[in-house]
């Protein structure tokens, strides 16, 4: 076997605002690749894209590359390239996208690759200025200034520059308080729960007078960005998908326990979930709980999210679900105001073999709705 003398060199490396993702830019001496990869989910898969040769394209792209273990050079059938000059550190830096789940590399304000939230599904890999057809580790990314990816790092660009001013979190805090306020008064309580790192989120506890012996704790701030990954799934209207608040409905009177001692805690423990571990939050989903209900007769082991959950007539008063649909971030999108409800084990398992149509209707029978009543049985 040939023994090559390449020894790969990290030219620039960043880790994302969330803390989640670092991208570094990384030279062999015969070619250049971005690389992508997570800081605490081991089962996210490092993504990478070829950004240009540092020799002369061959005729045809040799085997014995991977072989060796070295990034594969892209061939001259792929690549239109009379630059092989070092792309040095100066001038280099990287735009994120707002979910954080992809990153563009600039290089003296030109832009030079992307690797998109999509990178990594079926054999894709990204976006580079350097190749001018698709080829197995990079498309083309046609004009750097006009098109599809340059509008998109573009409205990243204008979301960080806004996050950058001092007044961006005031403004988002406030206007979330505001709205919730106009539902259940003024808040008794709030907390941040982001620990100092961004995103900045908290929870805010409310007493409403409509809804008697009812607490109420909702986030502030999971929607003051999109979360990760849901383009993956919601395809072109992830927008109308991508924010969202989490709101926890307990049924107690003030005086009576201490949801403070642990709704709180819950929440806090789960606010970053999805830029850390690159998921989101939707209808449905379900969230492990590492607080339990010190009240409940069951062990409640999971919060199931939901964003129209039922409504029932409790003891002849008519317990609605408060209207919270009509709350749009400054871009105009839906933000959804997830309930999350504490379930037991079984009827987590009985939700992933029935569905969760067949489980709110057994959750309907049993008397259940919106807000969670810790002396409740189990549905299964």
């Known amino acids: 076997m040939q023994i090559h003398n390449y020894e790969p060199k990290v030219i620039y490396q960043e880790t994302n605002p969330y803390g989640s993702l670092t991208a570094f830019l990384e030279d062999d001496g015969r070619t250049v690749y971005m690389y992508l990869q997570s800081e605490h989910n081991p089962e996210w898969t490092m993504k990478s894209v070829w950004i240009k040769n540092r020799i002369q394209a ?24 009379s630059d092989e000059a070092q792309i040095t550190p100066e001038g280099i830096y990287f735009i994120w996208t707002e979910e954080g789940d992809g990153v563009a590399l600039f290089v003296k304000e030109e832009l030079y690759a992307f690797i998109p939230p999509w990178s990594g599904i079926g054999g894709f890999h990204g976006y580079s200025k350097f190749v001018q057809k698709e080829a197995l580790t990079a498309f083309p990314l046609g004009d ?5 990816i340059s509008d998109r790092v573009n409205e990243a660009r204008k979301f960080w520059e806004f996050r950058a001013n001092k007044d961006s979190w005031k403004m988002i805090q406030g206007n979330l308080l505001h709205f919730l306020e106009s539902k259940f008064g003024s808040h008794t309580k709030y907390w941040s729960a982001d620990g100092g790192k961004f995103p900045y989120i908290g929870i805010a506890k409310f007493l409403p007078v409509s809804y008697p012996d009812v607490i109420i704790y909702s986030t502030i701030g999971i929607s003051g960005q999109n979360m990760p990954q849901v383009e993956l799934y919601h395809r072109d209207r992830y927008l109308d998908y991508a924010r969202v608040e989490l709101v926890i409905a ?22 970053h979930f ?22 409940g007769l069951l062990e409640f082991t999971t919060l199931l999210l939901l964003d129209n959950p039922p409504s029932i007539t409790q003891e002849n008063q008519q ?13 105009g999108r839906p933000i959804h105001f997830l309930f999350a409800l504490p379930i037991t084990e079984e009827e987590k398992l009985f939700i992933q073999e029935n569905g969760l149509q067949k489980f709110t209707e057994l959750w309907v029978e049993k008397g259940n709705d919106w807000i969670h009543n810790s002396q409740r049985t189990s549905i299964v």
């Open 250 to 271: 307990i049924r107690t009177k003030e005086n009576q326990g201490n949801t403070e001692k642990w709704i709180p805690h819950l929440i806090g423990e789960i606010v």
């Open 144 to 148: 750097s200034n006009h098109g599809v």
């Open 58 to 81: 061959p005729t045809k792209m040799s085997m014995d590359d991977a072989k060796d273990g070295l990034a594969p050079i892209l061939s001259s059938e792929y690549v239109e390239q």
């Open 319 to 331: 317990m609605e679900i408060p209207v919270l649909t009509e709350l749009r971030s400054k871009e």
């Open 274 to 295: 999805p830029w850390k571990m690159l998921q989101w939050y939707g209808n449905g989903h379900t969230v492990s709980m590492s607080r339990k209900d010190p009240e």
